[in-house]
């Protein structure tokens, strides 16, 4: 299973927050050769099991599915589409952009702004916010609103694009680079054998609230569980708090994550000369490890994150080592396990 081409698979999947149920099958039948099981929850996450030989516990491996985007707020009468996001998004980056409208059948657009050559004094001061600006499909009025409707969504258009130094900048990356990670998990574990039940969860709706990890966990109520998601990679404007890309693993450590799972993994990834760097997080991480902790009596969690520039972009940019050392680390963890209670005594 090659990284570069499944994330790059992952990634041109269209399914923003709330309409998961756009690329949901598709995620399942990526899981399905690979599980004994898989089902959609009634949210849309997709939820796959492998069986274990034994009665070793459950682990849950868990990332996220959908993706920041757009919605349709208003079509005004010259068949202009204005907007409101879904998930952050910064209005800077919009101008320009080409995207996709998802009504009765996709519509290409781009999205426009009034030219810097009329812009006021002030205006040029100020970066455009959203309501300023709109998308235009090349259609009137009328034609439009036979293809879309207010509430449509909008997804950025993006082809993957290998970089130098086996790095790849694509859309959507936040979070399906982490989907493709337990894909690989699953790929690298088809041939062996687990004492427990090992899940892998594809959840909906991170990005605006972190709400299917934490149906998804409080369903399953495995022993431990392990988020993958994203972290900020390096760049010139940003050294504090980023990472550089090729890192490897990135573990997180903080009170969303459980210090005896951290102390066992490490250990693991020590022996096994897997690349690693530490995240300190005092509090909140921002990411589904935060709702599956909390889920039915408690579930210690574990956070890996791969190193991600120009996060919430068309252009997300990581290497791919960096999820080849994250999938690999997390094998090596979960071979390591012989029944889950031991590994948190």
Request: glycine share 10%.
């Amino acid at each position: 299973m090659d990284m570069t081409e499944l994330t790059g698979q992952l990634c041109m999947m269209r399914g923003v927050s709330g309409h998961e149920h756009r690329i949901s099958k598709d995620i399942a039948a990526l899981f399905a050769p690979l599980c004994d099981t898989v089902e959609i929850d009634p949210l849309g996450s997709v939820i796959a099991c492998r069986k274990g030989t034994g009665d070793g516990g459950t682990v849950m491996m868990e990332a996220h599915m959908d993706e920041i985007g757009l919605m349709v707020k208003e079509i005004d009468e010259n068949g202009f589409l204005y907007l409101t996001n879904i998930g952050g998004i910064d209005a800077r980056i919009l101008p320009a952009n080409e995207v996709v409208v998802h009504g009765k059948t996709d519509l290409p657009g781009v999205v426009g702004a009034k030219p810097p050559h009329i812009l006021g004094a002030e205006e040029r001061k100020a970066a455009l916010p959203l309501d300023k600006l709109y998308v235009d499909v090349g259609l009137s009025a009328d034609k439009v609103r036979e293809q879309i409707s207010v509430g449509d969504s909008i997804t950025f258009e993006s082809t993957p694009l290998c970089l130098a130094g086996g790095r790849l900048s694509v859309k959507s990356q936040d979070d399906r680079s982490s989907v493709g990670v337990l894909l690989s998990v699953l790929e690298q574990l088809k041939h062996v054998s687990l004492p427990f039940d090992l899940y892998a969860v594809a959840a909906v709706q991170e990005e605006v609230g972190l709400r299917g990890s934490g149906c998804a966990a409080y369903r399953i109520q495995p022993d431990f569980a392990i988020a993958i998601d994203v972290c900020h990679g390096d760049t010139p404007d940003a050294s504090e708090n980023t990472f550089p890309l090729g890192s490897g693993a990135v573990v997180t450590k903080g009170p969303n994550i459980h210090p005896v799972l951290v102390q066992a993994l490490t250990k693991v990834l020590d022996e096994h000369h897997i690349p690693y760097l530490i995240d300190i997080d005092g509090g909140d991480t921002g990411t589904d490890a935060w709702a599956i902790q909390i889920a039915g009596n408690g579930i210690p969690t574990l956070l890996f994150s791969l190193p991600l520039r120009y996060m919430h972009t068309p252009i997300e940019t990581l290497q791919i080592s960096d999820l080849n050392a994250t999938a690999q680390g997390i094998c090596r963890f979960l071979q390591s396990i012989e029944r889950v209670g031991d590994v948190l005594c």
